[in-house]
T-cell receptor, first 113, second 115 residues
Framework: GAVVSQHPSRVICKSGTSVKIECRSLDFQATTMFWYRQFPKQSLMLMATSNEGSKATYEQGVEKDKFLINHASLTLSTLTVTSAHPEDSSFYIC?????????FGPGTRLTVL | AQSVSQHNHHVILSEAASLELGCNYSYGGTVNLFWYVQYPGQHLQLLLKYFSGDPLVKGIKGFEAEFIKSKFSFNLRKPSVQWSDTAEYFCAVTKPYNQGGKLIFGQGTELSVKP
């Protein structure tokens, strides 16, 4: 149980385009989902907290207009990287909370050319 | 602000050796504590967690951790490691979610087990 999926697992895009990443909780409902960014050989940095039906809460230094988060249902949150640039290339990981434990998706490798 | 510190960046052990990975956190209130493991090419998986009760917590795959409140520590242990334990290990801490908790990760410890 407590499985979280992400799609796509890997995406390559041109600079200036937007990319949408989906995060789904497959066998439970998650009122809260989280988005992290992981750099090579480094830890996970929390980007934002997403609550179903309300606006996401962004961590300091994370541009909310660049990283749009939508949590439309109890099983789906999306992260859209708008006008992506090479410095946005990274590994993006989502997690879903149930009930007091976070379960993590497999991550999405974004490469911006 | 909360912070989590893992003492070892990279640990190299031979099979059957004992393992202890250090984790300290800097929040004085009630905390929930976790160890996650990330095997090569795989996603983060929960090893064990502590919310309250017995401070010695047993997790999957023979791992255990001990919460020592006075030392703000939550060290991970395994009596005898296997080659398959080669992975990145992350300690993570949060205040209770009903208090606005956010899961904060330590820097991670890379464990390499030599066969």
């Amino acid at each position: 149980g407590a499985v979280v999926s992400q799609h796509p697992s890997r995406v390559i895009c041109k600079s200036g385009t937007s990319v949408k990443i989906e995060c789904r909780s497959l066998d439970f409902q998650a009122t809260t989902m989280f988005w992290y960014r992981q750099f090579p050989k480094q830890s996970l940095m929390l980007m934002a907290t997403s609550n179903e039906g309300s606006k996401a809460t962004y961590e300091q230094g994370v541009e909310k207009d660049k990283f749009l988060i939508n949590h439309a249902s109890l099983t789906l949150s999306t992260l859209t990287v708008t006008s992506a640039h090479p410095e946005d290339s990274s590994f993006y990981i989502c997690s879903a909370r149930y009930p007091d434990t976070q379960y993590f998706g497999p991550g999405t490798r974004l490469t911006v050319l | 602000a909360q912070s989590v510190s893992q003492h070892n960046h990279h640990v190299i052990l031979s099979e059957a050796a004992s393992l202890e990975l250090g984790c300290n956190y800097s929040y004085g209130g009630t905390v929930n504590l976790f160890w996650y493991v990330q095997y090569p090419g795989q996603h983060l998986q929960l090893l064990l967690k502590y919310f309250s009760g017995d401070p010695l917590v047993k997790g999957i795959k023979g791992f255990e951790a001990e919460f020592i409140k006075s030392k703000f520590s939550f060290n991970l242990r395994k009596p005898s490691v296997q080659w398959s334990d080669t992975a990145e290990y992350f300690c993570a801490v949060t205040k209770p979610y009903n208090q606005g908790g956010k899961l904060i990760f330590g820097q991670g410890t890379e464990l390499s087990v030599k066969p």
